[in-house]
Every structure is written in structure tokens, then in C-alpha cells.
């Protein structure tokens, strides 16, 4: 998958920008809060349609502009795609894929993949469930159209489920669809399960490798999955893991009415990583934890190869300053192959990473 070119329009702090990449490694250095990440994170958003740094769209729009506009040319699949996203301000969001405009974000699965290195994934295995859970949800929803329709469905329905909670007691009516929205949450649910727990069985043939390399053959990076507590098989097949999900709503029934929120299903899942045999979250230092992140996105950056036979592109967002010198050279000898953004701050770096094209930004500016 090769990004060719891309034009922004209002979009952060670029008023208009038009460039060509190459389909190797792209080298975009400059000062700090100058556009850089900026470009990584239009890149990653024609991929996924949402932001790694923002919650909302609105955040994305230049200030006093009402709209942004972001296009790239791509070759994928043996083919030239044409992705467009238009983000009106107080609107809804379009997108397009060759001129057509598409009903849902997941109609953009297996276009653009790009694997998004950033300076907080270091802290992926540190964090708390949530951003686990986003890692697994981005990588498994570019790959698979029916759970990234899934996962915005599942989104949808706990809003209104969290909503029912919260209001109950105020409007007593509010319970008689509750069991309804508990249904479909589990159908819905069963699926998230389901794919979740493929993927991170793919996660545990290809991420220990990578791990053991990493830390020089001196750790062994174990990855276990946690869901809900009646489900003993993840793997099984949605229509299996339905009645169970079922089974362990009803017994949470009172403790959501008391607390008013919702605590059964796979919103609350959590990917748990063991180095050696102890839980790196709690006991890792904080080179293991990096290492353990780095290497659960390399691990996804093969598993797309793997699947679709083209590398996703790479997106290197001021990674590599945060790295000691041996765990630089790690990524770099592991990157080959494939197109590679990386954004830095020092010239200095240039002779390391050059071999394609390299982008001089200021202001929201090329240079």
C-alpha cells in the first residue's frame, strides 16, 4: 500500500498543502508544533476515519474555518484509490472512496492500513484497559469490514444502554427497552468477542518473536486475552458466545440498576501481557514496557502482510527520539519493506533515515 500524494485543505494548520510521497521512507522533520504529526494523523484518519489525538472531527477543522477537506492518491490492491474526507463543522462527516461516497467507516477495511507508532503508545502496556482495547479495535477493524461495522454499532447501542442507566429512576418507563438494548448489545457484542479473540491468537504466534529478538533473547512475551467471566472459549463462533453474554447480563442486572452504569460486556476486555511469566503492566520496567508496545505493533504490521500481502503503511511519529540507541536500530532494521512516514526534530537525523524523500515543515508549510 503506497500513499502517492495528498492535499489538505483546512485541516490543523494546514491552509493548503499538495505534495507527492515517496513509496519508500518519508522523512518529515522541523520544530516542534510546526505540522508534522499533523500530516501523519491525515494519513492515519483516510485509513480509519478517526483521529489518534482528537475525540471529535470539529477538532481537526482549521480555526475559523467551517470545513476541512483531506484527499490521497493510493495504490492498493493492485488498484488506484481516490479517498476523500470532507469535515463540515456543526455537519456530518463524507466520505469518499473513487468518487463514491460511502455509507459507513467500514467501507474503508483493507484500503489504506497504516500501522501508527506515536510517542504514548510507549506507554500502551502501562495504560489502562482503554488503550489495549483501541489497539486491538484499530488494527482488527481495517482488516475486517463486518467488525468495524460491529464496533460502531456496539458504540451506539451503549450510549443508549448507559443513558437508560443513568435515567431510569427518573423515568421508570425508560426499563422496558432495556432488555431489548441488553440483546442486541450481546449479538453485537458476541461478534467483538469473537474477532478479538482471533486476532490476538494471531498476536501470540507473531509478537513473542519479535519480543525475544528485541530484548536480545532474554524475554519471552506472553499475551492472554480477558473478557467476560462466562466465557470460557472466546474463539467460539458469535451464535455460542450469545447465551453466555446473556447469561452473565442477567446477573449483573441489579449491580447496573444500582451503580446506573453499564458493567457487562466487552467494553470493559483487556489484552494482558506477561513477560517472563509476570504481568508487565505491574511489575515491568519501563524499557520492558516499551519494548512490549514496539513490539505488539510490529507484530500487527506483519500480521497485515500476512493477511493482505502489501505492508500497511508505517506512520513513525516522533518515535525514535524517545528511544535508547539500541531500541532505534531495533525498529529501523525491522521497518523494511513497505512505505515508512517518520517524523523527527534534528537535521542531525537525516543521514540515518534517509532513502526516499525528505519534507522540511514550518507553519503548516512545506519548505
Not at 418507563?173 to 482471533?198: K, P, V, W
Not at 447465551?243 to 452473565?248: D, K, R, T, V, Y
Not at 540507541?325 to 537525523?349: D, H, K, M, P, W
Request: overall charge positive.
Amino acid at each position: 500500500m503506497i500513499v502517492r500524494s495528498m492535499e489538505l485543505t483546512g485541516f490543523r494548520n494546514y491552509t493548503s498543502l499538495k505534495t507527492g510521497f515517496a513509496s519508500g521512507t518519508n522523512v518529515i522533520y522541523g520544530e516542534n508544533a510546526q505540522g508534522k504529526t499533523n500530516l501523519l494523523e491525515a494519513i492515519g484518519y483516510l485509513s480509519s476515519a478517526h483521529s489518534h489525538r482528537a475525540r471529535y472531527d470539529r477538532e481537526l477543522i482549521q480555526f475559523n474555518q467551517d470545513s476541512a477537506l483531506l484527499k490521497a492518491e493510493l495504490f492498493s490492491r493492485n488498484r488506484t484509490f481516490l479517498l476523500e474526507a470532507k469535515l463540515i463543522r456543526g455537519g456530518r462527516r463524507q466520505l469518499f472512496s473513487n468518487g463514491v461516497r460511502l455509507k459507513t467507516t467500514a467501507e474503508l477495511s483493507g484500503v489504506l492500513n497504516t500501522v501508527l507508532f506515536c510517542p504514548e503508545d510507549l506507554y500502551l502496556i502501562r495504560e489502562g484497559a482503554a488503550a489495549r482495547r483501541r489497539f486491538l479495535d484499530d488494527c482488527i477493524s481495517q482488516l475486517r469490514p463486518r467488525y468495524a461495522a460491529a464496533l460502531g454499532e456496539y458504540k451506539r447501542l451503549y450510549e443508549h444502554k448507559t443513558r437508560i442507566l443513568r435515567d431510569w429512576e427518573e423515568k421508570k418507563s425508560l426499563l422496558d427497552t432495556l432488555d431489548e438494548f441488553n440483546f442486541r448489545m450481546a449479538q453485537t457484542g458476541a461478534l467483538l468477542i469473537h474477532y478479538r479473540a482471533h486476532f490476538i491468537r494471531r498476536l501470540r504466534e507473531t509478537a513473542p518473536p519479535v519480543h525475544w529478538d528485541f530484548s536480545g533473547g532474554r524475554e519471552h512475551l506472553e499475551l492472554s486475552y480477558q473478557t467476560v467471566s462466562t466465557i470460557p472459549h472466546p474463539e467460539a463462533q458469535p451464535k455460542e458466545l450469545l447465551p453466555l453474554l446473556l447469561e452473565h447480563q442477567a446477573s449483573h442486572r441489579r449491580a447496573e440498576l444500582e451503580s446506573r452504569s453499564c458493567l457487562s460486556g466487552p467494553h470493559k476486555d483487556d489484552l494482558a501481557v506477561s513477560l517472563n511469566g509476570i504481568s508487565a503492566k505491574t511489575y515491568g520496567s519501563q524499557g520492558q514496557t516499551r519494548t512490549a508496545a514496539l513490539s505488539l505493533k510490529l507484530a500487527s504490521r506483519e500480521i497485515f502482510y500476512q493477511d493482505t500481502g502489501e505492508y500497511p503503511v508505517l506512520l513513525l511519529d516522533d518515535v525514535l527520539s524517545e528511544l535508547d540507541a539500541r531500541r532505534q536500530a531495533f525498529v529501523l532494521n525491522r521497518i523494511s519493506g513497505g512505505q515508512v512516514f517518520i517524523t523527527c526534530c534534528e537535521e542531525e537525523r537525516l543521514e540515518q533515515l534517509t532513502g526516499g524523500k525528505t519534507f522540511h515543515i514550518q507553519n503548516g508549510a512545506l519548505i
